[in-house]
């Protein structure tokens, strides 16, 4: 896959606050949510709605109501749980969708007038302190290498990277909280190369192995926006193909390297 870099801002093209995203073949929903006082935006097709999922930075809740053949999203239901596991996900439904992620809350089509907003006032209520991350992330399996002073490079696995920092796996003891290290993280045909605080360790969960958290310390501007368009579309082409096994990325072209990449 290789990344093609758009004008984009830190912050997004969609910065609103406590957002609703409807993906809707009816107009069933609009007399339910027409009094609550939040932003509502509506996504017309499943790549806008994928789209509209990865830029919107406020989104508090996603409200799915496709009335026909609704069982060929669910491959699309568990890569949206495992790549925005706090957003809020309401299916609209005729009958209960089985093999759903657990998370998800189903309301029968015929019940919405009096139960999808108490589940929304629920959901703004319980979110609120759980703010979504400033950067998205997205889970290759890359190969890296940690280097501290008057040391040799330390071979590591990759994960879960943002433009902020990464999780690294770790069968042995993890290094000390708090120490500095400097990072190289291989793609296709370019590396990132930047200094890097060791965060918490942390068990292995559903998503990911035991390991812990590096925050970059010295990324530019610029190469935090090329890591952050990198991961932006891997969530995309994740969520609109969630059966493809995900690339790693390749640039291809020198001239959109920063200070913080080097070709291969």
Excluded at 15 to 39: A, C, G, Q, R, Y
Excluded at 127 to 145: A, C, I, M, Q, T
Excluded at 206 to 213: D, I, M, R
Aim: hydrophobic residues 40%; proline residues 5%.
């Amino acid at each position: 896959m290789e990344i093609t870099l758009k004008h984009r801002y830190i912050t997004g093209e969609w910065n609103l606050m406590n957002t609703i995203l409807v993906f809707s073949d009816t107009d069933l929903l609009e007399n339910s949510l027409k009094n609550i006082p939040v932003t509502i935006l509506k996504a017309s097709s499943k790549a806008e709605l994928a789209r509209m999922i990865v830029e919107i930075d406020d989104l508090k809740i996603l409200i799915i109501d496709i009335k026909e053949k609704t069982g060929i999203y669910k491959s699309f239901f568990h890569s949206l749980a495992k790549s925005f596991p706090l957003l809020k996900v309401v299916l609209i439904t005729e009958n209960t969708i089985n093999d759903c992620p657990s998370d998800f809350t189903q309301l029968h089509r015929d019940k919405i007038n009096d139960k999808l907003k108490p589940v929304i006032e629920d959901t703004e209520l319980t979110s609120s302190g759980k703010e979504r991350r400033k950067f998205n992330r997205f889970d290759w399996p890359l190969k890296g290498y940690l280097l501290q002073k008057d040391k040799h490079w330390e071979p590591c696995n990759v994960r879960s990277m943002s433009a902020s920092g990464a999780f690294l796996e770790s069968i042995e003891s993890p290094p000390r909280t708090g120490s500095r290290f400097l990072i190289r993280i291989d793609f296709q045909d370019f590396r990132v190369l930047t200094n890097c605080e060791i965060l918490d360790s942390r068990n292995a969960s559903s998503n990911l192995p035991a390991g812990f958290g590096v925050r970059f310390t010295d990324l530019t501007q610029a190469s935090a926006l090329v890591i952050d368009q990198i991961v932006e579309d891997a969530l995309i082409n994740a969520l609109l193909s969630p059966e493809s096994k995900p690339e790693i990325p390749s640039i291809g072209n020198e001239e959109l390297l920063t200070a913080s990449f080097d070709m291969l």
